[in-house]
């Protein structure tokens, strides 16, 4: 069983630049989840894809945006990338059921740099 | 809207000694899932332990434990024996059940760093 994988490992973008993460998620599953973590901080939800959808999203800017393809891999994106960006993203994948807890299993994360 | 909080930055225990840490968190839900994940420096977030809030006996895997305290809201981290390879940042987080407007998403606390010393 092939666990949740990211690419790329680091990265470091100037502000005002775009940039594309990628995320593969484990056999089996359907949903992947992407989460933002500052420097000393806990994991904030950025958004959820659900076959090819956006199924939630937190209190993130437009310019954060997503896909999910048929194979359930996502992208994420972030567009006119500001110093504050700088962060670790985290990408989840689960197979949710309803009214179960959505494990949730994570990749080793992109480090994103802005300078 | 559901918060987490852990306010404990940093804690530090001796090998094979005992060490607890604290989280509290707010909803207005009596269902949902509360869950520690320990993220070593190798940032892979790992699963260690889970509860669900339905459930009133403590979890426990190995020498992880919790205590679970539903009225004060409140979950703690036991870690017994602590190993050398215990090291790692741990967050506590809650997740409601799938359905209605619930979609899953992880809410998490700020994190306590655990420093295992030899």
């Known amino acids: 069983e092939t666990g949740v994988t990211q690419s790329p490992t680091h990265l470091i973008k100037t502000r005002g630049q775009q940039v594309t993460l990628r995320c593969s998620s484990q056999s089996g599953h359907n949903t992947v989840s992407w989460y933002q973590q500052a420097l000393g901080q806990g994991p904030q939800f950025i958004f959820q894809?659900?076959?090819?959808?956006?199924?939630g999203r937190g209190n993130f800017p437009p310019r954060f945006s997503g896909l999910q393809f048929p194979n359930y891999s996502s992208e994420l994106n972030v567009n006119a990338l500001e110093l504050d960006d700088s962060a670790l993203y985290l990408c989840?994948?689960?197979?949710?059921?309803?009214?179960?807890?959505?494990?949730?299993?994570f990749g080793p994360g992109t480090r994103l740099t802005v300078l | 809207a559901q918060t987490v909080t852990q306010s404990q930055p940093e804690m530090s225990v001796q090998e094979a000694e005992t060490v607890t840490l604290s989280c509290t968190y707010d909803?207005?839900?009596?269902?949902?899932?509360l869950f520690w994940y320990k993220q070593p420096p190798s940032r892979q977030m790992i699963l260690v332990i889970r509860q669900e809030a339905y459930k009133q006996q403590n979890a426990t895997e190995n020498r992880f434990s919790v205590n679970f305290q539903k009225a004060a809201k409140s979950f703690s981290l036991k870690i017994s024996d602590s190993q050398l390879g215990d090291t790692a940042m741990y967050f506590c987080a809650f997740i409601l059940p799938l359905g209605g407007t619930s979609y899953g998403k992880l809410t998490f606390g700020q994190g306590t760093i655990l420093t295992v010393h030899p």
């Open positions: 894809y659900y076959r090819e959808e956006e199924n």
């Open positions: 989840a994948s689960s197979f949710p059921t309803s009214g179960s807890q959505n494990e949730q299993f």
């Open positions: 909803t207005s839900e009596s269902n949902y899932y």
